[in-house]
């Protein structure tokens, strides 16, 4: 099991917002290369990028700040972006300038064909956030909730060829509320492909929980506000999930 440290940009900031209000945002660095830095050196094997102010404008805003993080980590462990990108030309973009996945939110539910191209032209490289409520999917910086089934639509994602699916509880993201885990190992079932779990991670009893699960196709966990604010110690996490994970 993956502990993904989350790095929310906005405005070349390292934020946290609360269910995804822009206008409640917590900033914790004006350096997200130094965070990042901290991540890596802290045990990180992997990082997980949200370009927030792309992600309402629908196309990339936070390129310096992600072109600092990318040359501070220098390769030494794979970098997933996700917030705007919604165009081969930015799919390619990134890839070839040091993000080893791309994340389709928005873009995977409102142009499908997209998706499916992206897919057949980056294959292994390309991963679907979707953000849910209730069992459905929201889109546009969660401004919006259609009528799309999580499930129904992960399914058909899976069929496409992406590499695995991003599941936040927007209800839960950024309120140290806990996990979702019954919605995560749900979509885990219905799934041959890895999820990774997000939204609400608080504490170790929350990595105890999730890696009780992992069998069911959850591969990792994204964390953001518990390990900034402190209520998640992100090395005692991993050691635990490693742990668990010799364990079986």
Not at 6 to 11: E, G, M, P, S, V
Not at 111 to 139: E, N, R, S, T
Request: aromatic residues 6%; hydrophobic residues 45%.
């Amino acid at each position: 099991m993956l502990i993904i440290p989350a790095i929310d940009l906005k405005d070349g900031q390292c934020v946290r917002l609360k269910q995804g209000i822009m206008e409640d945002a917590t900033v914790f660095s004006e350096t997200p290369e130094t965070v990042a830095l901290h991540w890596l050196d802290n045990g990180a094997r992997q990082l997980h990028l949200v370009d927030l102010n792309g992600a309402f404008a629908g196309k990339p805003k936070n390129g310096e700040a992600i072109r600092a993080i990318v040359e501070a980590i220098d390769g030494r462990i794979p970098i997933q972006l996700g917030g705007g990108i919604r165009d081969l030309e930015t799919v390619e973009y990134y890839l070839d300038n040091g993000i080893s996945y791309v994340i389709i939110g928005t873009a995977a539910v409102k142009i499908p064909g997209f998706l499916h191209d992206a897919c057949y032209a980056f294959p292994g490289q390309i991963m679907v956030g979707l953000d849910a409520k209730g069992g459905k999917v929201a889109v546009d910086g969660w401004s919006k909730v259609t009528g799309h089934d999580v499930i129904d639509l992960a399914k058909k994602f899976q069929d496409y060829g992406v590499e695995a699916i991003i599941h936040t509880d927007i209800g839960r993201d950024g309120m140290l509320s806990g996990l979702n885990i019954e919605a995560t190992v749900e979509l885990a079932q219905a799934l041959t492909i890895p999820v990774i779990a997000s939204g609400g991670v608080t504490n170790l009893d929350d990595i105890r929980k999730l890696c009780q699960v992992q069998s069911e196709g959850i591969t990792g966990v994204i964390t953001g506000r518990a390990i900034y604010q402190g209520s998640l110690d992100f090395k005692e996490a991993q050691a635990l999930a490693d742990q668990l994970d010799s364990a079986k």
